[in-house]
């Protein structure tokens, strides 16, 4: 290998994306923020406070990223307690999602490997840890929602009896932090698309038939939510936004909502989208907020190396 391709090579990083169940207190979303950026670089934060959620994305070596999501479940456990966590996002913990992205494909079992380290930490924390994805130890797990279903009170119920065991940790959920889902993955796009109605089951409708599991585009998860004020939120992510980019969706997604006599009026992106997904992108909806020099991975991670 040239010099310059080993140099090259040298200078790549992973990205981990952990999502807190916390959207509403600044201060616990600044606590937690400075716990990841103690070991990692910071290139974005979301938080919600509908959704009660927030989301950071991190880029470091596989050491520095393990490290700093092992500290954020850490001071989780001190500021989060699920006991009366009352948000719209599906959850199971104070940490509820940690995944390890790698960008390139010669990138990917580095991600596993800080991907096993990161659930090993955690689960030392005595904070029972759940393998999702490509690290599943069976096709059942391989989604969020066989975990997230029937909420933090299904899951401990469900451990209890027995029904489901974890990957590493205790056999039943933190008292205060509840349990955490890990695992490796490429990219995902998270994007919410704001509906001009009100009526939740309109966009329940739209999410119905958007998602994949549902006969819609391939990859998608999608949920119908609630909003505060005059619209409803798709909520949707997309796990290969280079065969399905976001045009894509919003134009299914209006297609979806004209037939019960609603439009798209704008859309949110959360954290970072690699740039395929941002390929074709019509005018409208307009996505809120949107920067390519702090929202599209190409860009960010160009200034973070």
């Given at each position: ?51 009660h959620r927030c989301v950071f994305t991190l880029a ?38 940690c995944p390890m992205v790698w960008v390139h494909e ?69 008292p205060s932090a509840g349990a955490t889902l890990v ?123």
């Open positions: 290998m040239a010099a310059g391709a080993e140099a090259s090579r040298t200078t790549r990083v992973l990205l981990s994306v952990p999502n807190f169940s916390e959207g509403r207190s600044e201060r616990v979303v600044d606590a937690l923020e400075a716990s990841v950026a103690s070991s990692a670089r910071v290139l974005n934060c979301h938080f919600d406070s509908q959704h470091g070596d596989g050491d520095q990223l393990t490290a700093a999501t092992v500290a954020g479940a850490r001071h989780a456990i001190e500021l989060i307690d699920m006991r009366v966590h009352q948000g719209l996002h599906p959850h199971i913990g104070a940490l509820d999602v010669s990138d990917h079992d580095a991600a596993a490997s800080a991907a096993q380290a990161a659930a090993e930490g955690i689960a030392a924390l005595g904070i029972p840890v759940f393998l999702y994805g490509e690290l599943a130890s069976d096709e059942d797990r391989r989604e969020r929602a066989f975990f997230r279903h029937g909420g933090p009170a299904e899951l401990a119920r469900r451990m209890a009896s027995g029904e489901l065991r974890p990957d590493l940790g205790p056999d039943q959920p933190h695992t490796a993955r490429r990219p995902l796009v998270a994007f919410n698309v704001e509906l001009d109605t009100p009526n939740p089951e309109i966009a329940r409708a739209v999410a119905a038939e958007l998602r994949e599991a549902g006969g819609g585009l391939p990859g998608v998860r999608a949920l119908g939510l609630p909003r505060e004020g005059e619209r409803a939120q798709v909520s949707t992510n997309v796990h290969d936004a280079e065969q399905v980019p976001l045009a894509r969706v919003v134009e299914e997604v209006r297609r979806l909502a004209a037939e019960h006599g609603a439009r798209p009026i704008e859309a949110e992106l959360v954290g970072l989208a690699p740039a395929a997904a941002l390929s074709g992108y019509p005018d409208d909806p307009p996505i809120r907020d949107f920067d390519p020099d702090q929202h599209v991975i190409e860009r960010v991670l160009g200034e973070a190396v």
